[in-house]
């Protein structure tokens, strides 16, 4: 049984009041939604309670999800909306003359995921989500567009203008291109 009809059978069970189902769905997509919140705030703390806020909005409104087949975009939706409004938050109280600086540890002789990692960071937040929903989640260029709510076609361009920014960033870094 492929994602989408799994996910599909087990959202209408828990909508239909079976726990185990529930559990198994939040057991399967707990790590990717914290996987992805954690890439896009930067860091661990608030990534635990921007996830916890996530999955507080997704239970709450479950029982009314009308289409069960596409739970994986509209979870990264709901994901998505809280990074954003952390981010926005985050970025009110940051004094510019004051916030932190960019970049990290500039000690590294091999290319490895910290460093790519680190080359996410620093990416704008439009480009670095559409590469993390596309690559690390494994969505499909569909799902990457009903989650950021753009056409396919901006999706497509987002990824090339992100793919473009990683490797002249990992490039800058003195890693090979």
């Given at each position: 049984m492929d994602r989408v009809r799994r996910d599909a059978l087990l959202v209408v069970r828990a909508q239909l009041g079976d726990r185990r189902a529930l559990a198994?769905?939040?057991?399967?997509w707990h790590e990717p939604v914290w996987r992805y919140v954690r890439r896009m705030v930067d860091r661990s703390g608030p990534a635990d309670d921007v996830s916890q806020e996530v999955w507080a909005g997704a239970l709450k409104v479950l029982p009314a999800l009308k289409e069960p087949e596409r739970f994986a975009p509209w979870l990264f939706t709901i994901a998505r909306r809280s990074v954003m409004d952390h981010l926005r938050d985050k970025y009110r109280q940051v004094d510019p003359l004051d916030?932190?600086?960019?970049?990290?540890?500039?000690?590294?002789?091999?290319?490895?995921?910290?460093?790519?990692?680190?080359?996410?960071?620093?990416?704008?937040?439009?480009?670095?989500?559409v590469l993390i929903l596309f690559y690390l989640h494994d969505l499909a260029l569909e799902e990457c567009a009903q989650v950021l709510a753009i056409p396919v076609g901006t999706v497509k361009s987002r990824l090339f203008r992100a793919r473009r920014l990683l490797r002249d960033h990992m490039i800058e870094k003195g890693y090979p291109g």
């Open positions: 198994e769905l939040v057991g399967y916030g932190e600086p960019a970049g990290g540890d500039e000690v590294a002789a091999v290319l490895d995921q910290a460093q790519v990692a680190e080359g996410l960071a620093e990416l704008p937040v439009c480009e670095r989500e």
